[in-house]
Structure formats: C-alpha cells, structure tokens
C-alpha cells in the first residue's frame, strides 16, 4: 500500500509492484479518509476501507497524520486479508492510543510549547502548514537547533515568516550542527536571532520572553526535541 506520492515516485512504487507481482493498494482511491475536526488533544477522521469503514479518533496533530492513520489502516486491512486476527475495534481501538513522542507534542499550554522533530525542507514545511493550522500564532517564538548534514537554508526558509523571537541553540550530540551558520541563515532574511549554548537554556530563555498566550515551538531536530522535552519535564511543566 501507498500514500499519496509525487508522480516520479508513484511510478517507481507502481513499477515495482508490477515487476514483483504484488497488488498496491492506494490511500486517497482504493482507500480514502475524511477529517472531521480535532482539538489539540486528538483529530477526528473517517476511513473508508477496502473491507470496512472507521470512525477514528488519533491523538496525532498534523494533516500528515490523517494520511498515516489511512495507510495504517490499508496496511491492517491486508494482514486481516492474509488471516491474522486484526478486528474492526482493534484497529480503532488502537488507533486512538497511538503515541508518537516528538512530532507535533504539546508539552505545556500555558505558555504553548510544542516540540516537533522536523528537521528538512519538507518536514518543515508540514510543521509551518500544521502551527498555521491549529494554533495561534499571535506572538509566537521559535526555538531551533540542527543536525550538521541537514539543509538548514531550506528548513530556516519554511519557518521563519512565522515567528516574533528565534533563538539559535545546539543539542549535546556529536552530530549538531554549530550555532552560528544557523544565525547566519535567519540574518540573511533579516531575522536578528538570539543565542543560547545549550537546549535548556534555550528553553528557560523562551520561557522568559513568552506570555501565557503565547506558543513556543522547538524544533530542527530530534536530539534537540528530546533534550527540550527533558528539561521540560525538569521544570516540571504540564499540559
């Protein structure tokens, strides 16, 4: 089974498929959703399957996530075809008790923190579709580091039209990239960003500039969302 895909890589999928004999089931024809609406705990969807339709209830943000649950529930769909035991309410019961740490995560709602790993053009571009879509983002600031192979250019051009404060920081792996070419890229579209040398300095300093109605996201990086959401949890914040 397939999500929906560029042209140049449908083909690829859809010739491989054919080559090995292989049936390819396609999520947005052979199986569709719908969204129904979400708050910030959860989204609400309807699936129409090959063997049965789903009132899904996923406590995923993202419009990306309404696709996954869809080829979540193509891919199970075809394991219930082959024989295994994979029942209606199985898959909506364990649907709704997915967890997915680190992508699109609310960590506190006042201020707003939302960490979420992307760390490429694309993925960035999906968290600036997702901060527009279900939140506000009156006075927002953006808490960034990245990994040293990343196309940092890229993923700075998605984000930064959307935030008031930027601060610059850099995980504890080996792998992270130095702040300053960072610094760099946000001044070349005039974004004067601030700095701090570590994730938890980063967050404390975020803490400080925001309002209780203002949103923080974390972001550039999965060893910086998980550093964020370890100190998070040392300053014992809620949602």
């Known amino acids: 089974m397939v999500s929906s895909q560029c042209d140049e890589v449908a083909r690829v999928i859809r010739n491989t498929c054919l080559n090995c004999g292989a049936r390819l089931v396609r999520v947005g024809s052979d199986v569709t959703r719908q969204s129904v609406g979400f708050d910030l705990d959860r989204q609400l969807l309807r699936v129409k399957g090959r063997l049965d339709d789903y009132e899904l209830s996923i406590p995923l943000l993202g ?13 199970l769909e075809v394991l219930a075809e082959k024989g295994f035991n994979i029942s209606r309410d ?52 953006l808490v960034i580091g990245a990994s040293s192979d990343k196309n940092i250019a890229g993923v700075v051009s998605q984000l930064f039209p959307l935030f008031d404060k930027v601060i610059v920081t850099c995980s504890r792996h080996p ?43 974390v972001t550039g990086s999965l060893f910086v969302v998980a550093e964020a959401i370890k100190q998070a949890n040392r300053l014992c914040l809620t949602v």
């Open 90 to 141: 199985s898959i909506i019961n364990g649907l709704a008790r997915v967890s997915w740490p680190g992508r699109l995560q609310i960590l506190s709602h006042h201020p707003l923190l939302v960490v979420d790993g992307a760390h490429n053009p694309d993925s960035a571009w999906r968290l600036k579709q997702s901060l527009e879509q279900y939140f506000s983002l009156d006075r927002a600031i």
């Open 175 to 217: 792998r992270a990239m130095a702040i300053a070419p960072i610094v760099a890229e946000f001044a070349r579209h005039g974004i004067d960003a601030q700095v701090a040398d570590d994730v938890p300095r980063a967050l404390s300093l975020a803490l400080s500039l925001a309002g209780d109605e203002d949103l923080i996201c």
């Open 63 to 75: 419009q990306h996530q309404l696709d996954n649950a869809a080829t979540a529930v193509a891919a």
